[in-house]
């Protein structure tokens, strides 16, 4: 997948708003792979919702979302299964961990699934995020910082043309944020793939391609 191409999107809740005032939102929108994007929002203009228009696992919206020439609407779900498997990875805001495994086991639910990494490279991961004392610990003892960088490793351990990262350091200090978006970068840059981030605030210093206002 080399673009995904937003026409006219808005959610449902808000098409009868008048003077919607958005760099994305009813405008034609262009995202290509190998590019950085910013989306910048308020709360509750809908950043979340574009995370998950863009995944396929809502369609509260109107307009016409196209992945290259593809309107995805159309896609069945063995369809969406493949591409969240090889072409979409995704951190959430809300992280969906496990919260009675360990940080750990959380990873390698997925890497079982795609075989994308090695052991010794899950466990590297751990080590640079600064989290390898937490590989055997129950996820829903860390903190909420702790958990971000678990999650980000999750997302890490599958092929991808675009990594979608919703709020990904809103719970990390400076020094961790920047571990982070260094972690980020390199596999975003080993696999050439484009990279949308949203941020309410806080954000990773980053030279963007585009920044967007939502």
């Given at each position: ?13 808000f ?13 034609e ?11 910048r ?7 979340s919702?574009l ?61 079982s ?14 080590e ?87």
């Amino acid at each position: 997948m080399d673009r995904i191409t937003l026409k006219g999107v808005v959610p449902e809740i808000f098409a009868s708003r008048d003077g919607i005032s958005s760099d994305i939102w009813l405008r034609e929108v262009s995202l290509e792979r190998g590019k950085r994007y910013l989306v910048r929002a308020e709360s509750g203009t809908g950043k979340s919702s574009l995370c998950s228009y863009i995944y396929g696992q809502r369609g509260d919206y109107r307009g016409t979302i196209l992945f290259d020439n593809e309107d995805i609407s159309r896609y069945d779900s063995n369809r969406w299964s493949g591409i969240r498997q090889k072409q979409i990875s995704i951190l959430f805001q809300e992280l969906r961990l496990f919260g009675e495994l360990t940080a750990f086991e959380n990873v390698w639910i997925k890497n079982s699934i795609t075989n994308f990494k090695s052991r010794e490279e899950i466990f590297d991961l751990f080590e640079q995020l600064g989290i390898a004392d937490k590989l055997d610990g129950r996820t829903d003892r860390l903190s909420y910082g702790q958990q971000q960088r678990v999650a980000l490793i999750r997302a890490l351990c599958q092929p991808f043309s675009f990594l979608l990262l919703d709020e990904p350091i809103s719970h990390l200090d400076d020094k961790n944020s920047d571990v982070m978006r260094d972690v980020i970068l390199r596999e975003v840059v080993k696999q050439g793939a484009g990279m949308i981030a949203t941020s309410i605030g806080k954000q990773m210093n980053i030279d963007y391609d585009l920044c967007l206002n939502l």
